[in-house]
C-alpha cells in the first residue's frame, strides 16, 4: 500500500505500470547508498549526541528530536568504515521502523532523491552476500549509469550482541 | 467475521461485566432477596454471554450461559439463594476470569471446559427443585416454554390487535387506505439461540422499511432497539406490497424463527379505540393479553430501577494512552521551551516586561502540565475492588471472621502506578488476614469483637497518596522475629541485643523470611513482604510498618503522584552531565582523598557510624574524571532500601525538575541508566538509576 502510494507518475508514463520506488541517496566515503524512502522520517543536520555508556561502538548516543529521544547510529562504524568525521554535509536520517521505533542514522552527506523502477533493480547475488557483513540488499543501476547499493534496514536495526 | 479489532473493547468490557459480577454477588450474600442485585446480575451475565459468543469464545459462552440459567431460576423464584451457590458463582467468576486473561495473553481462550463448574451449576438448578413439590415446579417450567410458546404461536396471529392505536396512527392508516395502501399487522418471533436480538430486530425493520412504512411497533422502536424484548415483537406496517413480500422480507434475515402476519380489520380496532388492548380476537386474547400486560409492566418497573441506577455511573471517555503520550510529550516540550526562555532572559539582564511575560508563561505551563498529569490519574478503585472477594475467599480459607473496610477508593494515582500497586497491596491484605488477626478463640480471650478488622486506607498528602493497610490483630511480635532471625542466622546475637523495634520490623522485609509457624497457601513462604517493599520502591514509593503487640498493625505505602516528571539533582561527571532522582539522595558531602579506606580492596568512607561502599562514576560511566586525583571529592550518599552507597561525581550541576524520557527499545542493556530527559538548552542528559548501581 504503501508503495503504490508512493508511485511516481511521471515515471510512470515512460514505461506503462512498471512499480517505481524512490530512494534517498546519501553518501558514505566514496560510495553511494540508497535508502526506500518509506522508512524515512526526517532528515535532520547534526546536532548535539548525548553518549550512553557502556554502548557497542557504533551506536553513538541519543539526540534529542522534537521533545523525542531517540538513539543515534553511525552507519560507518557499523559497516566497519573509519570514524565519522563531522562536517557541515554530516546528516542525520530519521528512519522509522517496525520493530525498534524510531532511530537516527549518521551519513556523510545527502545526495538526492532517485525514482527506480523495478526494473533498474537488481538482487544482490549470492557471492557478494556472503563475504563478511551484508549490508547491502540490491544493487539500483540508474540511467547515467551510476550504481546504487541499497541499503539493508534490518542490518541497521538489528542490534549486534556480540559486544 | 473478524473480530480481532473488538479484542480490546471486549476485554474492557468483559472485565467491567466481570467486576460488576463480583460486586454484585457479594451483594447478594448478605442480601440474597434483594431484586434489583439480581436482574443487575442477570443483566451482566447476559452481556457477558452474548459478548463471549459474538467473540466466538464458546467456553466462555457456555459457562455464562449456565450461570444465567442458574440467576434466571433465581430470579423466577424457583431457586434461592445459599451459601453453596455462591461459591459455585465465584468460582465461575474465577474461571471467567481465566478465560478473560487467556484471551488478554494469546487472543484465544484456551481449552479449559471447566466442566466440573457446568456440573455444579447444573446441579444447582436442579438442588433447588430437588423436594417433591419443587418437582412439579420443574415439570411446570418444563412444560411451560412449550406451552408458551405454542400460546405464541396461537396468539401471535393475533399479537397485533393487542396493539394500542392512538387516533393519529388511526388516522394514518386510513389515509394509506384511500390511497389504495394496505394496512399488516406483523409478528416477528426471533430464535432462543439469537445471540444480538437488537441487531437481527433492527434488520428485520429496515427489510420491512424497504416494503413499507412501519406505523407502530410494540414493544417501542426504541425498546426493541435497547434489546428490551423477549424474544418477538409486532409491527403494523402500511404498504403497497403484499402481505407475502413483507413477511418474506423479513424471513430473509437470520436467526428469525417465525414471521406471521395478517391484514388489519381497522374498523374493529377503532371500534374500541378507547380501550387499551383489542378485545376483537375474544377473550383467549385478552386472557393472555393481560398477563402479558402485568409482565410487561413487572419488566418495565424492574428495567426503570436499574435505568435509575445506571446513570449514576460515571460516563467516561476510552482514551488511547498514545494519544495522552502525544499530549504529554507536547507539554514537555512547552516547558523546554519555556526552560530556555527563563534561561535566555537570564544571560541578556532583559526588562521588567519579559520578565512579566515568562511568569505569566509558567503558570499556563505548569496549570497545562497539571491538567496533562491528571489526564493521565486513575483512581485505585479499579484495583481495590477485588479486595473484598479475596477477603470473603480468605475468610473462608483460613477459617478467620473477618471484615474489610475500605475508604478513599476515589484516590487518584499514575495509571502506570495503580497498574502495578494491586500485587504488593495484595501481600500486605494476605498478610494481614493470615498473620495479624488472631484466631477467634485468642480474640475472645483478648476482648476483641470476633470479627477481626482489616482496614484499607487512602488519601492524598501533598504530592503523595498514603495507602494503609490496617488490621486489629495480634500486631508484630518482634521477640519472635528476633528469635526467627537469631535462627536464620541473619543477626549475630550481640546485634540483637542493641537492636530497636523498629530495626526487627525492617528484617521482615529481608527476603526469604517468615514467621509463619506454618506454612498456609495464603502466606508464610516468605516471599511476601520483601517483593511488596521492592515493588514499591521501584515505583519510588515507601513502606513502613507501625505495629504494637496485642494491638494490630499499620503498613503505610506512600507513592509519588507521578512518575513522569521528578524532582532531581543534576551532576556532572567527566564533561557529561546526569540526573539523580532527588528522592534516592540521602546527603551531599565533600571528603578528602585521605579519608577513603580501603576494605576488601574496595573503597569505603566512614560516614556518621556508618561504612558506605564507594562508587566512582567515572569509571562506570566510561570517562575519565575532570579532577584531579589529589582535589576533594564530592559524593552524593543514594539509598535503596536501607542499604546506602557514595557515588563519587565531579561537579554539582544544581536541582532541577526533569522530564522522563524513554530510551527507547534499540538500547536495552544499559542497566544503570533509567531514561534520559531533555534540558533547557536541548541537550539531552540521562537520568542514573541509583537502585540499579547499589
Redesign the interface.
Known sequence: MDISSLKNTAQGTEDGKEETTQYIVVGLGSENYGINIRYVDNIVRMQ?I??????PNY?I????L??????VVSLRLKMGLETDVYEKSTRIIILKTE?????GVIVDNVREVVTLGSSQVDKVDYDLKSEGKNFVTSVGKRENGELVSILDLNFI?L?ENTQ | MDVSQYLDIFLDETKEHLQSLSDQIMKLESDSEDMNTINEIFRAAHSLKGMAGTMGYKRMQNLTHDMENVFSEVRNGNLKVQPAMIDVLFACLDALDEYTQNIQNTADEGTNDNEPLIKRLNDLLQGGNNSAPAEQKKEETKAEPPASADSGSGSGAEKWNDIHLDDAQIHVIQEARKQGMECFGINVVVQDSCLLKAARAFLVFKAIEEKGEIIVSNPSAQDVEDERFDKDFTLLVVSTSSLDDVIKAAQNVSEIASVTGAVIDLEKTKDYKPKEETPAAGPAAAASAAPAAAASAAKNTADKKPAENKQVVKRTVRVDIEKLDVLMNLVSELIIAKNSLVSATGQVQAGAGVGEHIEYLERVTTSLHESVMKVRMVPIESVVNKFPRMIRDLSKKLDKKMELYMTGEGTELDRTVVDEIGDPLMHLLRNSADHGLESAEVRAQRGKPPVGSIFLDAYQDGNNVVIEVRDDGNGIDTEAVKAKALERGVITPDQAAVMTDKEIIDLLFLPSFSTAKKVTDVSGRGVGLDVVKSKIESLSGEVEVKSQLGVGSTWTIRLPLTLAIIQSLMVNVGGEKYAISLGSIQSLESIAPSEVKLVQNKEVIYLRGSVLPLIRMDQVLDVKSIRGPEEEITVVIVKKGDKMAGLVIDELLGQLEIVIKPLGKYIKQCKFISGATILGDGEVALILDTNALI
Do not use: A, S, Y
Open positions: 548535539r548525548t553518549r550512553v555508556p557502556k554502548m551506536l548516543g541519543i539526540i534529542n522534537r521533545g523525542e529521544v531517540l538513539p520493530n525498534e521505533g524510531k532511530m536495526t542490534e
